[in-house]
């Protein structure tokens, strides 16, 4: 069975210093790897996904996430963060087979940034 | 944009009434599910379903049901609402067309007094 830890509970960051966010599974094959982000009181909105190929991967808002299948990791990392980028960032992982099996979500890391 | 929608964005309601949870997607999955939320913690799958007629509970225990009689229509119901299910319900949804990106809806909030 699949699973996800995201070790850092709380990260706090000051707006233009450079974030990442880690993000550990576990799972035998090849995964399907999420980044989501959650502002309060809404939905989950899909950043970023690895499926296969390049192992850095684009998303939207300026992230980008590296998959090391040696370190069983895809960390989130942007560059230069904005005070806008305060919210709930959750991993997740899927069996990369039929995707019958749901999504396993990690704990999520909460982003607080400051001036 | 995804085009999943859930009604009620938010819902008060007194202990002991039966209560129905909309959520309706455009996009023709197959596969949807329902988590529960609370505030600034992880999510918790409750139900989930792999198309039509097809309803499984998820890891976290919950008194809720669902029923899945057309494919983009996916309600939850309690029966009995009592305070211990003031939580936030997403709804969520995904298939192969769509590279099994899972999309969320926007949430309902529910508060049992």
New interface residues.
Partial sequence: AQSVTQPDIHITVSEGASLELRCNYSYGATP?L?W?VQS???????LL?Y?SGDTLVQGIKGFEAEFKRSQSSFNLRKPSVHWSDAA?Y?C?V?AGN???T??V????T?LSVIA | EADIYQTPRYLVIGTGKKITLECSQTMGHDKMYWYQQDPGMELHLIHYSYGVNSTEKGDLSSESTVSRIRTEHFPLTLESARPSHTSQYLCASRSREHSYEQYFGPGTRLTVT
């Fill in positions: 399907y999420f989501y309060p009181g809404q939905g989950l909105q899909l996904k499926f709930e959750f997740a899927g039929s995707g019958n749901p999504l979500f990690g704990k999520g909460r």
